[in-house]
């Protein structure tokens, strides 16, 4: 029973917190099959290959030296954050190269950063949980590490990994190949470097007064992060805003149906209306068109006509203008 609790605790808090992540992208909804498999990925491949090698080189680290000590320290500090900010990585990696046509935002680069980093929680979670909480003092210690994990540290791995999907992001929007290279670069450094602090403090500051400074540290930083989503979604809004009046002056959407696509009340009152309706499915797809029509014209004035932008822009188009008649 321990076991199934541990596996519950570990897992479904993650996919609450997920499908809180993918309730932030508001205007242009990502796949859910690539935002499950970012899931999966991190959940089995990431944290699989990450307690592999976390274990063989601290392992071999303790055969150099003799000392326990510093094994745990190097691998905590050093090893852990560099392999499971690179493994977690791999995913939103993949998301940017294959399917290059839906990282079209920074919050999109968060989005996917984030679903991938919950996954490695989840199963991360479960070990600890039960390895550490069940199986040393029993219930007591299972919900404690269910209150740590889940309510103290619960964010740290998103809030990670979150600097390399934001870091791709930017370099999908930059036609200068060296920011191409310069900012996954910065970002994958960042996500290592704050995993890196969060495990060095416990054992510089030992006792009760490391937790405190390492909560703050950690809560500080996903503070910020919420903030600067918060200014995303703003930006989001106004790209929206910008693009679209020039479809409202071609007639491919009406004025009204242009306000509801940058307002996000305006648009939830519009599917409340039609909630359990076969209207909701068609009219969501509406605006979702909107929305990556938007970042579509955004990108080929910034990027050209990489991608087949201006194909994809005239095929959006000509999806809106069928579907406009008959959305209210």
Known sequence: MGFILSVIFGFLPMLVFAFFVYWLDRFEKEPRHLLGGAFVWGAVIAAGFAFFINTLLGAGIFVLTGSEFIAQQTTGSVIAPLMEEILKGFAVLIVFYFYRKEFDSILDGIVYAGITALGFAATENTYYIYNF?????????????????????????PFYTAFFGIGLALARLSPEWIKRVIYPTAGLVVSILMHSVHNTIPALIPGVAGIVIGTLFDWTGWIG???????????????????????????????EQYLKSFSIINRMKALLKHVGKPSFQKITHFYQ?????????HQFRRMGDEGGNQKIINQLRKELAELSPVIN
Do not use: P
């Open 289 to 297: 068109l909107c929305a990556e029509l938007a970042h579509k014209k």
């Open 133 to 157: 909480g069940y199986l040393e003092s029993g219930y007591t210690g299972l919900f404690t590490l269910v209150f740590i994990r889940v309510f103290l540290v619960g964010w740290q791995h």
């Open 225 to 255: 992060l919420s903030i600067f989503i918060v200014y995303v979604i703003y930006r989001e809004k106004n790209l929206i805003q910008s693009e679209l009046n020039e479809e409202v002056q071609m007639g491919i959407i009406t004025a």
